[in-house]
Each structure stands twice: as C-alpha cells, then as structure tokens.
Nanobody, 121 residues
Framework: VQLQASGGGSVQAGGSVRLSCTASATFSQYHMGWFRQSPGKDREFVGALTWREGKTDYEDSVRGRFTISRDNAKNTMYLHMNSLKPEDTAVYYC????????????????WGQGTQVTVSS
C-alpha cells in the first residue's frame, strides 16, 4: 500500500487546514495514524483511528482541535485541523498498519511522504 499525503500549506494562527491521505489500494482493514515532525525534534504522534470501530485517539495538545476521519470508498483518511497554533508547524505524515498503535514511536507498516503545515502568528 502506498500512501500519499496532501493538503498542507501556510495558514495563520487560529485558522484551519484539512490534510488528506490517499491509499493506492483498499485500506479499509488497516488502522491509520497521523504523525508530525518539526525541525530538530523527534517524530510525534498526532492521532490514530481503528479500522473497525472507528475509535480515535489523540495527542493531548491536539485533542479537541484536530479530528481524524476516513472514507473507505475513496481509500482516503483526513486530518481536520482547527484553531491552529504556531507550535503545530511541522511535516505531517500519515501511516497505515495491521496493528493499532497510538503514541510516539509507533511502528506502522506503511508511511506517506509527508506534507508541510506552517502556522504563522
């Protein structure tokens, strides 16, 4: 499965961005996740979504502002980001895997190439 992340860009603080992650093949039975990495920092968990129940988990700093959803018919997962802050600036990566994982250091099977989100104050 190949993943293609898109939708990044520049936005002012308080704004919103929607990221998309499109899979090259059917991914309805894969758990999905979003991660981000800022310069000089380790990769950080953002959120994850189980494939069957649609259960979500979020990192504390984004909970209530970010929402993950998926459209299996389109083989696409979304990250809706609201009330953006400058500290949300990072390259965002999507991931898919057979084993659910929520947290830093997750080892998903497939990773997208990343899309840059820049939030200015």
């Amino acid at each position: 499965v190949q993943l293609q992340a898109s939708g990044g860009g520049s936005v002012q603080a308080g704004g919103s961005v929607r990221l998309s992650c499109t899979a090259s093949a059917t991914f309805s039975q894969y758990h999905m996740g979003w991660f981000r990495q800022s310069p000089g920092k380790d990769r950080e968990f953002v959120g994850a979504l189980t494939w069957r129940e649609g259960k979500t988990d979020y990192e504390d700093s984004v909970r209530g502002r970010f929402t993950i959803s998926r459209d299996n018919a389109k083989n696409t997962m979304y990250l809706h980001m609201n009330s953006l802050k400058p500290e949300d600036t990072a390259v965002y990566y999507c991931a898919a895997g057979r084993v659910y994982c929520s947290g830093d250091g997750c080892s998903y099977d497939f990773w997208g190439q990343g899309t840059q989100v820049t939030v200015s104050s």
